[in-house]
């Protein structure tokens, strides 16, 4: 057994501000990665050494606000005092390689950020876009797939439902801190 682990904020900025504002406590979540991620990264994509401050795998702002995509991020970009939660979710060892190489995939092609979503969750108004994902949406895509939760539509979970599926699943919060 393996332990999928994600990072959800409560951020302070005035876009986490709006997210919350329609969602819940939550304004962003990402994949947390550790050592054993890290190693596994190298391995199948054949780059050098992550750096260790490397902690998320994320949809994220790169280079100006609207240009943003899912990549291997720090924590540093973060805004300091943001406090955020690492979930833990057991499962099989071809499960967790499932969900880590969804993952890796959308970081190596530097999949889209959908920022749309983030104005529609009020009013559920939000489409699946196929090549741009939300945050939240980017962690749980691939859990659904393996918990076979045909009806979970991912586009519309945001972070807040994001922790509230992990919980359903049973996951559990392994730890929490501030940036």
């Known amino acids: ?12 900025s005035v876009v986490s501000k709006l997210i919350q ?12 990665i550790e050592q054993e991620e890290r190693d596994y990264i190298q391995s199948m994509t054949g780059k050098k050494k992550l750096p260790f401050n490397i902690k998320l795998m994320e949809q994220w702002p790169h280079g100006g606000f609207i240009e943003s995509w899912m990549d291997y991020n720090t924590l540093d ?5 943001t406090k955020y939660e690492v979930w833990g979710l057991e499962m099989s060892e071809l499960d967790w390689e499932y969900c880590m190489n969804r993952y890796i995939k959308s970081c190596e092609d530097k999949r889209e950020y959908d920022w749309a979503a983030i ?6 108004s939000v489409k ?5 994902t939300f945050c939240s949406e980017e962690v749980i895509i691939p859990i659904c ?4 939760w045909d009806t979970i539509k991912p586009y519309n979970i945001h972070p807040t439902l ?3 599926l992990l919980q359903a699943a ?8 501030v940036v």
């Open 21 to 32: 504002f329609q969602t819940g406590p939550y304004s962003h979540s990402a994949v947390w």
């Open 77 to 81: 970009d973060h805004t300091k005092g």
């Open 170 to 177: 049973g996951g559990k919060m392994l730890f929490s801190g």
């Open 145 to 148: 797939e393996i918990l076979s």
């Open 128 to 132: 699946e876009d196929p090549i741009k």
């Open 162 to 164: 994001a922790v509230n």
């Open 1 to 12: 057994m393996k332990t999928l682990k994600s990072a959800h904020f409560y951020g302070t």
């Open 119 to 124: 104005v529609h969750f009020k009013i559920r």
